[in-house]
């Protein structure tokens, strides 16, 4: 079977400036996919790729099987995409704007969004008639969803799809992926709220400045071998290769350990500690651990 | 066609209102005429031998106490110069604005291909133009109608059509820089509308500067001239269908391409 999203040494500069470099990700069809890095590590560059937006300086990319540059007309049909940033034409209805996308859609399908488009709108607590100049953040982001979802795409593309969303309308719009998920479709989202990817996603790539860091499933992601060693008593922590994100506050200090248990522990016992707690890191922390720049190296530029 | 019917719906408001303003002031000035007509006769020869000046503007050769070389130098402004603006607006924001205000982010990932959002674009500014132009001939042709005026039909017809085609290519010159650009898309427009009035201006004050005539579309669009000649030079406007196809062939040659951020 096909990938929904394939992607093989995918390259984008923008002038000297970089975009990504060198990303390779596969994205399983029916997959419910988080795409995690921190503001400009290269998420929307990598989506806006795939959508055709940009066109590539190297590489390529597949949809369904199809190269994006070939097969645009064809694959942007099967596709659902909410950019990050809403905007549609300020003196127009919300109305209006769910049926032009729809007519747009239209020529290249010939059925009708309309009771979908209905569905949608009430699920989210849209109202229809008003302009979208008048629209917050927020309402925006609802008219987005809409366009993206009322064609009931094979695959959903989702730039930071959350941001602005109140608390109730972000699990609302999570469940209506999940029955999309469940009818078939693929969902690929980007984000850098860690918490939500890890609640909704099965799988997750994490991208750092233009380079793809990981992609597996989110269990595995959370089993890094890493520990969270937390001791009292102590000015230095111990002197181990593998300890990393050193924090104090007062007498307290913790720190990331992710070497052999024996050594760790045989140096613990030589310190004259007074307290020490060894616990599973959480996910959250993993991620900021890929993010911050003392992470495994996706090579650098500079020498 | 969901596309050239949302562009039209988009650009109603400023073609009603740049349709309204050319037409009035057209019709104003012919319906004024009469009453200049009485005081023309002896003014005339004044107007027509101020020189450079008169040379500017074609009224050395036109002759104001008849209708037509009035209404040429008249219509000539409006029409001439409102015209241009309004058809430089149009093609010169048709691709900007979309990008601007971030609405071609929307527009470009719907299952339409490129060259087909430009052929709508394309045909909506061709669609408005002719709206406009229609207008503003009835209007035109009513009071006339109303001041008892004949004028020659065969003229008239060229000088309406001329300023049609000077619309038209700079509606698609516009287009194709519109394809290149992002921001300031309005000024630019307008200051290249501007350029090509004064360009024209600047042709018909001195033979030195007489290729400009094949660089701005003004050039054919020159009322005095059509009016002498009876015909529009077909040399300026074969220059000027150049100009605008190259426009549009710009403008399909980079957006197909173009990294839309």
Redesign the interface.
Request: overall charge negative.
């Given at each position: 079977m096909a990938y929904a999203v394939q992607t093989s040494s995918l390259t984008k500069y923008?002038g000297k400036a970089r975009g990504i470099i060198d990303l390779s990700l596969v994205v399983e069809e029916g997959d419910f996919f988080g795409f995690i890095g921190p503001n400009g590590a290269g998420k929307s560059t990598t989506i806006?790729t795939l959508?055709?937006?940009?066109?590539p300086t190297g590489g390529t990319a597949k949809i369904f099987g199809k190269n994006i540059l070939t097969h645009?007309?064809?694959?942007?049909?099967d596709?659902g995409?909410m950019?990050s940033?809403a905007?549609?034409?300020?003196?127009r209805k919300v109305r209006e704007i769910i049926k032009?996308?729809a007519?747009?859609?239209?020529?290249?399908r010939g059925k009708s969004c309309e009771p979908e488009a209905a569905r949608l709108c009430e699920r989210l607590k849209l109202d229809t008639e008003k302009k979208i100049g008048e629209l917050s953040l927020g309402n925006r982001k609802k008219v987005s969803v809409v366009?993206a979802l009322q064609h009931k795409p094979r695959l959903c593309i989702l730039d930071e799809p959350t941001s602005g969303l109140d608390p109730l309308m972000q699990r609302e719009f999570y469940q209506i992926l999940e029955e999309r998920n469940r009818e078939g479709a693929t969902v690929f989202l980007s984000s850098h709220v860690l918490s939500e990817v890890q609640r909704h996603c099965r799988h997750a790539a994490v991208i750092r400045e233009g380079r793809l860091l990981v992609s597996d499933t989110i269990e595995n992601l959370g089993h890094t071998g890493a520990k969270r060693v937390t001791v009292r008593g102590l000015h230095e922590p111990p002197r181990l290769e593998t300890v990393r994100d050193v924090k104090k506050s007062g007498d307290t200090m913790t720190f990331l350990y992710s070497g052999s248990p024996k050594e760790l522990l045989a140096a613990l016992a030589s310190l004259p500690l007074t307290d020490v707690a060894i616990a599973e890191p959480d996910l959250e922390e993993i991620f900021l651990h890929y993010y911050t720049p003392d992470a495994p190296e996706p090579d650098k530029e500079e020498p | 066609m969901?596309?050239l019917k949302?562009e039209l719906r988009?650009g109603r408001n400023a073609l009603c209102i740049w349709t309204l303003v050319i037409a009035s002031m057209t019709a104003l000035c012919v319906l004024i005429y009469p009453e200049i007509k009485s005081q023309m006769s002896a003014v005339s020869g004044m107007f027509s031998n101020m020189g450079g000046f008169s040379a500017a503007f074609g009224m050395d050769k036109l002759n104001f106490g008849e209708f037509l070389g009035f209404f040429g130098v008249e219509c000539g402004n409006i029409l001439g110069l409102g015209g241009a603006f309004f058809a430089a607006l149009l093609g010169i924001q048709s691709l900007a604005k979309e990008e601007k205000?971030?609405?071609a982010?929307?527009?470009?990932?719907?299952?339409?291909?490129r060259s087909k959002i430009l052929l709508q674009k394309l045909s909506a500014l061709f669609l408005q133009i002719v709206i406009l132009n229609a207008a503003v001939i009835g209007m035109t042709l009513l009071s006339v109608a109303a001041i008892g005026e004949r004028p020659d039909p065969g003229t008239l017809s060229l000088l309406f059509l001329a300023y049609f085609l000077l619309q038209l290519e700079t509606a698609a010159v516009c287009f194709g820089v519109s394809a290149f650009i992002r921001n300031g898309a309005a000024v630019i427009g307008l200051g290249m509308a501007a350029l090509f009035y004064f360009l024209n201006i600047v042709a018909n004050l001195t033979q030195k500067a007489g290729a400009f005539k094949y660089i701005t579309p003004f050039g054919y669009a020159e009322s005095a001239d059509i009016i002498f000649d009876r015909s529009i030079n077909g040399r300026y406007l074969a220059a000027g269908t150049v100009f605008a196809l190259l426009g549009v062939a710009a403008a399909f040659f980079w957006y197909r391409?173009k990294?839309?951020?």
């Open positions: 923008y806006r959508l055709g937006l940009l066109s645009k007309t064809e694959l942007l049909a596709i995409y950019p940033e905007c549609f034409y300020q003196n032009l996308s007519d747009l859609r239209g020529a290249a366009c | 969901t596309l949302h988009q205000d971030g609405t982010e929307f527009l470009l990932t719907h299952p339409v291909s391409k990294d839309v951020r």
